[in-house]
T-cell receptor, first 115, second 118 residues
Framework: SAVISQKPSRDICQRGTSLTIQCQVD?????MFWYRQQPGQSLTLIAT?????????ESGFVIDKFPISRPNLTFSTLTVSNMSPEDSSIYLC????????????FGPGTRLTVL | AQKITQTQPGMFVQEKEAVTLDCTYD???????LFWYKQPSSGEMIFLIY??????QNATEGRYSLNFQKARKSANLVISASQLGDSAMYFC???????????????FGKGTTLSVSS
């Protein structure tokens, strides 16, 4: 399975600021996914990031708020812009590995608190 | 309508007992995948088990097995011989070919919190 790391693991930020989360995979992958998990909730897909093209955002998520970069096949960043307390969540990146059915493997997550 | 339904917000079991976590899904596709993940309090998502829609045998991985009943659209996770370390949130997820614009991502249920006591 792919080994995925994320930085930072957690952060506490002030409202109105931005935070960039980094996701590194130990092998080249086509697709990377960014999910948000609000407190006590399930995971919701923010966007899909393919190398060399614009990210595809799901309903309710926009590029101005969550810009994503995918400069190569092992790395992606997600920025949470102009943060408010409602952005307090765990942000997880994932990618498909060698498991059956395109099993997705997740990074350890970034726990964000916005004050 | 919810795609993935987990009706048990919380489950309690004693060590060494077996426990079943329920999951039903909704899809009109013939080709799909079903997954279970474990999320401890640390927040990481740990892949447990996968079942493909065309797989005739129920998937098993160590102490985990998936009770797949296609006609009923259910994919329950069975954990045998529970351990204290099994205490966590468990999510059922589905992958459909055209669920998302870019395809292949997962949709998750709301999760079930499992508490194992000694």
């Amino acid at each position: 399975s792919a080994v995925i790391s994320q930085k930072p693991s957690r952060d506490i930020c002030q409202r109105g600021t931005s935070l960039t989360i980094q996701c590194q995979v130990d092998s080249q992958v086509t697709m990377m996914f960014w999910y948000r998990q609000q407190p006590g909730q399930s995971l919701t897909l923010i966007a899909t990031a393919n190398q060399g093209s614009e990210a595809t955002y799901e309903s309710g998520f926009v590029i101005d708020k969550f810009p994503i970069s995918r400069p190569n096949l092992t790395f992606s960043t997600l920025t949470v812009s102009n943060m408010s307390p409602e952005d307090s969540s765990i942000y997880l990146c994932s990618t498909s590995g060698q498991g059956g059915g395109g099993t997705q493997y997740f990074g350890p997550g970034t726990r964000l608190t916005v004050l | 309508a919810q795609k993935i339904t987990q009706t048990q917000p919380g489950m309690f079991v004693q060590e060494k007992e077996a426990v079943t976590l329920d999951c039903t899904y909704d899809t009109s596709d013939q080709s799909y995948g079903l997954f279970w993940y474990k999320q401890p309090s640390s927040g990481e998502m740990i892949f447990l088990i996968y079942q493909g829609s065309y797989d005739e045998q129920n998937a098993t991985e160590g102490r985990y097995s998936l009770n797949f009943q296609k006609a009923r659209k259910s994919a329950n996770l069975v954990i045998s011989a529970s351990q204290l370390g099994d205490s966590a949130m468990y999510f059922c997820a589905m992958r459909e070919p055209f669920l998302y614009q870019a395809g292949t991502a997962l949709i998750f249920g709301k999760g079930t919190t499992l508490s194992v006591s000694s």
